[in-house]
T-cell receptor, first 116, second 115 residues
Framework: AQTVTQSQPEMSVQEAETVTLSCTYDTSENNYYLFWYKQPPSRQMILVIRQEAYKQQNATENRFSVNFQKAAKSFSLKISDSQLGDTAMYFCAFMKLGQGAQKLVFGQGTRLTINP | DTGVSQDPRHKITKRGQNVTFRCDPISEHNRLYWYRQTLGQGPEFLTYFQNEAQLEKSRLLSDRFSAERPKGSFSTLEIQRTEQGDSAMYLC?????????????FGSGTRLTVV
């Protein structure tokens, strides 16, 4: 079974600063995806960024980038030039590829607050 | 089609009552998932449909829980004889055939409080 661990329950930074959220995972699979999801107070889970395990290049989406270390099973999220709208719960998630449900296994989440 | 809709947004029920939640996925999405999220935790997988077929159920889904997707469109999740431990957010998500490529779209959830 896969597990995902987010060791930072809460983080807080000033607007425009850079913040890094940590995530580690445990799996014996070789083919998988990793995701960061954002859950604002309005509750709808939104995909922030995804990383295919077979790709060595780290994914980037505008101000969001990841540091994917496959051997260390680490998948951190960096948010640059943070904005007030980035305030949310952030969840790291794992998806095994192949036949079956392709369900997400989530970490416990990190509550991120961006202060003005 | 504006996304995944869940109804109701909030439900308060007395212990022992039955409750039913509804999820309307994005119309062209053939995969539908139910997750449960308790306070301070990440969502946990409950069950998955491909079209009308329920193909996988978590052991979290006790025999008091039943989910259906009768025509491969909307889905319902029923909890019988609710217990206080059932209090949680119930999230529905849908995707095209390959969620690894196309991602999931989540609904806003139904928050259940059992008193």
């Amino acid at each position: 079974a896969q597990t995902v661990t987010q060791s930072q329950p809460e983080m807080s930074v000033q607007e425009a600063e850079t913040v890094t959220l940590s995530c580690t995972y445990d799996t014996s699979e070789n083919n998988y995806y990793l995701f960061w999801y954002k859950q604002p107070p309005s509750r709808q889970m939104i995909l922030v960024i995804r990383q295919e395990a077979y790709k060595q290049q780290n994914a980037t989406e505008n101000r969001f980038s990841v540091n994917f270390q496959k051997a260390a099973k680490s998948f951190s999220l960096k948010i640059s030039d943070s904005q007030l709208g980035d305030t949310a719960m952030y969840f790291c998630a794992f998806m095994k590829l192949g036949q079956g449900a392709q369900k997400l296994v989530f970490g416990q989440g990190t509550r991120l607050t961006i202060n003005p | 089609d504006t996304g995944v809709s869940q109804d109701p947004r909030h439900k308060i029920t007395k212990r022992g009552q039955n409750v039913t939640f509804r999820c309307d996925p994005i119309s062209e999405h053939n995969r539908l998932y139910w997750y449960r999220q308790t306070l301070g935790q990440g969502p946990e997988f409950l069950t998955y449909f491909q079209n009308e077929a329920q193909l996988e159920k978590s052991r979290l889904l006790s025999d008091r829980f039943s989910a259906e997707r009768p025509k491969g469109s909307f889905s319902t999740l029923e909890i019988q004889r609710t217990e206080q431990g059932d209090s949680a957010m119930y999230l529905c998500a849908s995707s095209l055939q390959s969620p690894d490529l196309y991602g999931y779209t989540f609904g806003s959830g139904t928050r259940l409080t059992v008193v």
